[in-house]
C-alpha cells in the first residue's frame, strides 16, 4: 500500500484546481481501471485538469512531495498503462480537449491532449482533410500519442510515429518543452518528439500535440471478402503488400471473429476468414487497385467481394469491424480480454497467424484472430474469467508462446497497444539487457524520481520509489 | 590542442586494426574535411573499421583512455560533422560496407553503415525493388541515418526517419546495442531507433541498419516547368501538396540555380525559376498526376513542360539536379559554400522563399536557391571566399536571417542536413533552453565522458572534455 497522500500537497492541489481535484473513491476507482484484465489499481486521487498552466503547477506540486503522476485520457488502455498500483495522482486530461488550431493550408492541428480522434475529424469535417490514425477506441489523442497507436489505416498513412510533429509536454520537474516546430521533417537535434511518442507517459504530460493531416480521398471503395483459409486470405495480403498496391485498411478477422461479430453488430457476414478492405484515391486509381486486389485474391480462392458503395454501408462495415473487441467480449458474458499485439515482417505474416491459430487450438481457449494484416500486425483476443487462476494462467502461457512465435519471427511483441504492466518482460526479451539500460538510463535522465506512470515500460521494481525514504 | 594520443592507446588499436589504424598525416588531414566551410580539423589518428567486432573493440579501447571517436563515412556533411576540432579518432566505416541481407519478400535490406545508397540501389537492381532516400551526394547509409537525411524523393517516401526500421549501434562505453526488428511497425518501448537516427555521431557508432525497401513505380515520368516568378513556382507546389497529388519528387531552382547547372552540366534549360517534377505510380496514376500538376502549373503561368521519357533522359535530368551543389559552387571558382537548410510549413514555403530571396539580393552575395519544396524545404548555397572575413561575415548573417525567418514561420534551422558545428545556437534558439536541456540530458547519460563526437549537436564548451584531468 502506498503512503497516504501528504495533507500539503492536498491543499496545494486544492488550491489549484478546487473541488476538479478530490479523492472521492468512485472517481479514484473510475481512474483506476481501462480496458485490460488488470485488477483495478486506483490512484489516490485524480487530478482533472483543463489548461496547460493548470498541468505545470499540478506537476509541480506533486514533483515537489515525490508522489506519483498517472496522466489519464480516455481510459481505453489494454495494457494497464493508467493503473496506479503505487498509488498517486491520476492527471484527467479529458477536460483539456480544445483544439488549438486547424490549419488547413499546412495540413496540420494542434490539439489539447484530451481531444479525441472522432472529435478532431468532427471538427475537420468542412476542410476537405482528415486525421486518419484510428485504433478503434475513441482514444485521446494525448493516449494515442502516448502508446504510438496505429490501427486500421496505418498500412497507408502511417502510426502516430509518422504523424505527430511536435509535443508541448511537462517533465517530471515541470519544465515546459516543445519537442519540435510546424516543418513537416527536420533534422534539429535528437528526435525528441519520437522519444515522446510511445513514452507511455512515463517520461512527461503533454499539453499539446501537433499532428498531421490528409486529405480526404476523391473516392474510396470498401468491400469484404471471405476465404477457405486463413493462409489464403494472409497470402493475398502479403503479395498486395510486396506488389505495393496502396491499399488503405486491409483488416483480417478469422471466422470466430465473424460470427461474434455478425451476433454483436447483426450483421450477415460469410463465417469465415475474412479480409476487410478500403482504398483511397481518384476514382481511377480506386478502381484499379480494386482490379489489383480482385485478381489477387481470386488466385488465393477469394471471389465473393461484398462490395459497400455507399457512405453508410462503409460506416455500417467498419462499425461491425471497430466493435470487434466487445463483440468477441460478448460471446462469454462476464469475461475478460487478454490482448496479443504481435507484428512480425509482412513475409512471415501467415507463419505467424497459423501458429498462433494451432497454439489456440491447442490451449483449448477461446481466442478470436483480428488485425492489421498490412502492417504485420495482429491480435488474439483471448477471453478468460479473471476469477479463475488456472485459465489465466493458461492465458499467460497461449500469450507468451505467441510473443515467442512472433520474436523467432523477427518480429515485435507489440504493434501499437504498447507495454504497459503486461508486456514488460516481453520487452526485454525482445529487446536485450543492453538497450534496455539505454531506455532506463532516458527514465532516470528525464524522471530521476520515476514519478511519472511508475511501474511501466521500463521499471519492474519500482514500488519502494514511493517512499517518503527518498525525499 | 589536444593532448597527444596516450602511447597505450596507439598500441591497443595497432595490436586491433595492425595498419588500418593510423596516424599518417595526410589520411588524418583527409578526415578532418567535408563538404561544409568550416576550417580543416584532422583527427589525430583513423581507425579504418571492416567489422562490427573491430568497431567494439576499438570504441572500448577509446573509451577507456578517455579519448574522443568521430565516426566518418563519405565525408560529404554539409555542417561539419565529421570534423575533429578536439582531436580524436576518426572511426572510419567506409570498409564496412557490406549488404547484410536482403529480403525483398520483406521490403528490406540490412546494411552496414558504409554502405552508399547508389551501392545499395545497384544491389537492388533485379529484385523490382528500391531504396528511395537521395541526398544527390553518393552518401553512405550510416551517415545518412546520422543526419536524418531526405532528399529529392522524401516529399512521397519520407526522410530516414521513416525509412530506418532498426540499427545495432556501439555505445559510448563498447556496448552493443539493438534498437528494434524487422517489424514495420512497433509500441515497444522507447523509440531508440529515432532516438539514434539523426544524432550525428554523438550518441553510438552505428554497426548495422535495417531500411526499408519500396516496390519500382510501374510507370515513372519526369519533367522540368520554368515559371516567370519564384512566387508562381512555389505557388503550384504548395496547391499540389494540399490537393494530396502524390508526386514522387518536386525540386525548386531559382535562375541562379539554373544558369549554373547549364553551365556547369552543358543542359540547355530556360533560364528561369523552374520546378523539377517526377511522378511514380500505375501508367494511369501517372497520366492522372501528370494531368493535374499541368492544370495547377498552367493556373500559375507554368505551362512549358519538358518530358524526360526515356530512363536516359531521365538520368541526365536528375543527373544535373543533383549536381546544382557543385554547379554553383564552380560559378565562382575558389570558393567554398554555406548552405542554409530552413524548412517551413508548407503554405508558408512562397513568403520564407521570397524573403530568402530579398535577403540575398540586400546582401549583395552570390546565392543560388534550389530545395525540395514539396517538404517545404529549400537551400541558399552562399558562395563565399573563405579568406574574406567580412565576405563570410556577411554570409553568417545572411544566414542568420535566413534562419530567423523560417523560425517566425514556424519552421526548422535545418530540414535535413543536421546541426553540426555550426548551427548549434540555431538549434538553441529553436528548441528553448528547456528543451536543449533534455538533449543535454540524454547525451549526458549515453554518452557521460562526451566521447562521441565533441562539439556537436548540444555541445557548445566541451574542449576541455579531452583532458587527461577527467580521467
Known amino acids: 500500500m502506498p503512503q497516504p497522500l501528504p495533507e500539503a500537497l492536498i491543499a496545494e492541489l486544492t488550491a489549484i484546481l478546487g473541488e476538479r481535484f478530490t479523492q472521492n473513491p468512485v472517481i479514484c476507482a473510475q481512474h483506476g481501471h481501462d480496458e485490460s484484465h488488470f485488477p483495478d489499481a486506483p490512484p489516490q486521487g485524480v487530478a482533472f485538469l483543463t489548461h496547460r498552466d493548470e498541468a505545470v503547477a499540478v506537476v509541480r506540486a506533486c514533483s515537489r512531495h515525490r508522489v506519483p503522476m498517472i496522466p489519464f485520457g480516455a481510459g481505453s488502455s489494454l495494457e494497464g498503462h493508467v493503473l496506479a498500483p503505487q498509488g498517486g495522482i491520476a492527471l484527467d486530461v479529458t477536460g483539456m480537449n480544445r483544439i488549438l488550431a486547424i490549419e488547413p493550408e499546412n495540413l496540420l492541428a494542434v490539439v489539447e491532449p484530451g481531444v479525441t480522434r472522432t472529435q478532431l475529424n468532427g471538427t475537420l469535417k468542412d476542410t476537405g482533410l482528415f486525421f486518419p490514425i484510428d485504433p478503434g477506441a475513441d482514444a485521446t489523442l494525448g493516449g494515442m500519442t502516448a502508446t504510438r497507436a496505429s490501427g486500421t489505416n496505418a498500412v497507408r498513412y502511417g502510426t502516430m510515429r509518422e504523424n505527430v510533429l511536435a509535443i508541448e509536454a511537462v517533465l517530471a520537474d515541470g519544465t515546459l518543452i516543445r519537442t519540435g516546430t510546424k516543418a513537416r521533417k527536420s533534422s534539429a537535434g535528437y528526435d525528441l518528439t519520437r522519444l515522446l511518442v510511445g513514452s507511455e507517459g512515463t517520461l512527461a504530460l503533454f499539453t499539446a500535440i501537433t499532428v498531421r493531416l490528409h486529405p480526404l480521398p476523391e473516392a474510396i471503395a470498401a468491400a469484404v471478402c471471405p476465404f477457405r483459409t486463413i493462409g489464403e486470405a494472409v497470402h493475398t495480403v502479403i503479395e498486395a503488400i510486396q506488389l505495393g498496391i496502396p491499399l488503405a485498411r486491409v483488416e483480417f478477422l478469422d471466422e470466430r471473429a465473424m460470427a461474434a461479430i455478425n451476433r454483436y453488430s447483426h450483421t450477415h457476414y460469410p463465417v469465415a476468414p475474412t479480409l476487410f478492405f478500403e482504398f483511397h484515391g481518384s476514382a ?188
Not at 316 to 344: M, N, Q, S
Not at 364 to 384: E, R, Y
Not at 397 to 404: K, P, R, T
Not at 450 to 464: A, C, M, T, Y
Request: include cysteine.
Open 284 to 471: 481511377s486509381a480506386v478502381a484499379e487497385q480494386v482490379a489489383a486486389i480482385q485478381e489477387l485474391a481470386s488466385g488465393h480462392g477469394g471471389t465473393q467481394f461484398l462490395w459497400a458503395d455507399k457512405p453508410e454501408e462503409r460506416t455500417e462495415l467498419w462499425t461491425a469491424r471497430h466493435k470487434a473487441y466487445f463483440a468477441c467480449l460478448a460471446l462469454r458474458p462476464g469475461c475478460r480480454g487478454i490482448t496479443t499485439d504481435v507484428c512480425v515482417p509482412i513475409a512471415r505474416l501467415a507463419e505467424a497467424l497459423l501458429e498462433a491459430r494451432q497454439l489456440i487450438d491447442a490451449s483449448g481457449l477461446l481466442a478470436p484472430i483480428l488485425g492489421h494484416v498490412g502492417d504485420g500486425n495482429f491480435h488474439t483476443l483471448i477471453l478468460i474469467d479473471p476469477n479463475n487462476p488456472e485459465e489465466v494462467a493458461r492465458a499467460e502461457a497461449l500469450n507468451e508462446a505467441i510473443v515467442a512465435t512472433a520474436l523467432r519471427l523477427e518480429g515485435t511483441c507489440t504493434g501499437e497497444h504498447g507495454i504497459g504492466l503486461g508486456k514488460r518482460h516481453f520487452l526485454r526479451r525482445e529487446m536485450g539487457e543492453e538497450a534496455m539500460s539505454v531506455m532506463r538510463a532516458i527514465k532516470a535522465a528525464l524522471d530521476p524520481h520515476h514519478l511519472f506512470n511508475p511501474g511501466k515500460i521500463v521499471d519492474e521494481n519500482s514500488r519502494e520509489l514511493f517512499s517518503p525514504n527518498i525525499l
